[in-house]
């Protein structure tokens, strides 16, 4: 399995991620406007490894002139379905299907780490204007909140993960050409019990599993989160961490 198969399994649950992936809250693209020195508003943007949405949308609701670039036709056609008025091209940060020096803010939402970093950085660079930024992003669920400690200590030996979270993971490994700022930004929403299971079969890591192996997991997880959320509704907390450098 390599990362891009990976990365394209998630056209086998593209509704699902539409339905039941977290957005992004307000106070992260207030952070991006305040790092990059300007307002969404008016800003010609890509939104690069757009998936099903949910960071156009929001990009667009701050007033962002918004072309998406997404590599899965799933995950497009869930997009299309969204946002039909949103100009949307096929293709991925490797090689971004975007005219050189034409965009203002170049945005990955958990979209980065599935590039080729000595592609994807040169790629970035050719199509920002001067002055442009790019921005980085990831949602987590936060790992200093109890119950998701217990979670993501399950998930780890499911999946055999031996490192423990690391706040800082999303930070390490960025491109050392260029200058980012960064913050973490926390956030939370609650949900059914049914739409947290969702959410968490939408991951890559679930989608190459298999299906028996990940319904014995949520079932599994569904008693006991039963027993944490007796009403039935799940309160996820979440942190973005963000990372912008401008060009």
């Given amino acids: 399995m390599t990362i891009t198969s990976q990365a394209r399994s998630f056209d086998l649950a593209a509704a699902s991620y539409a339905a039941n992936r977290p957005s992004y809250p307000p106070a992260l693209l207030d952070a991006v406007e305040e790092f990059t020195g300007r307002p969404l508003k008016g800003a010609r943007v890509a939104d690069v490894g757009a998936g099903t949405g949910l960071a156009t949308t929001l990009l667009r609701a701050r007033g962002a002139d918004v072309i998406a670039v997404e590599p899965g036709p799933g995950m497009a056609s869930q997009f299309r379905l969204r946002l039909p008025e949103v100009p949307l091209v096929i293709g991925d940060g490797n090689n971004l299907p975007l005219a050189s020096d034409s965009i203002d803010i170049l945005t990955y939402a958990q979209a980065w780490h599935w590039t080729d970093q000595g592609k994807s950085v040169p790629e970035a660079l050719r199509v920002l204007r001067t002055g442009g930024a790019l921005a980085l992003w ?60 969702a959410n968490l079969s939408s991951y890559s890591d679930f989608l190459v599993l298999g299906k028996k192996a990940t319904n014995t997991f949520l079932a599994q997880e569904r008693d006991l989160l039963a027993k944490v959320f007796p009403n039935g509704t799940v309160e996820e907390h979440y942190v973005v961490s963000l990372a912008v450098a401008t060009r």
Avoid: C
């Avoid at 031996?162 to 999303?170: E, I, L, T, V, Y």
């Fill in 138 to 197: 990831w949602n987590d669920s936060d790992s200093a909140v109890p119950w998701i400690a217990d979670q993501d200590a399950r998930l780890r030996r499911l999946f055999g993960a031996d490192s423990a979270p690391d706040p800082m993971a999303r930070f390490r490994g960025l491109p050392s050409e260029l200058d980012f700022i960064n913050r973490h930004v926390p956030w939370t929403r609650s949900v059914p019990l049914d739409m947290h299971l």
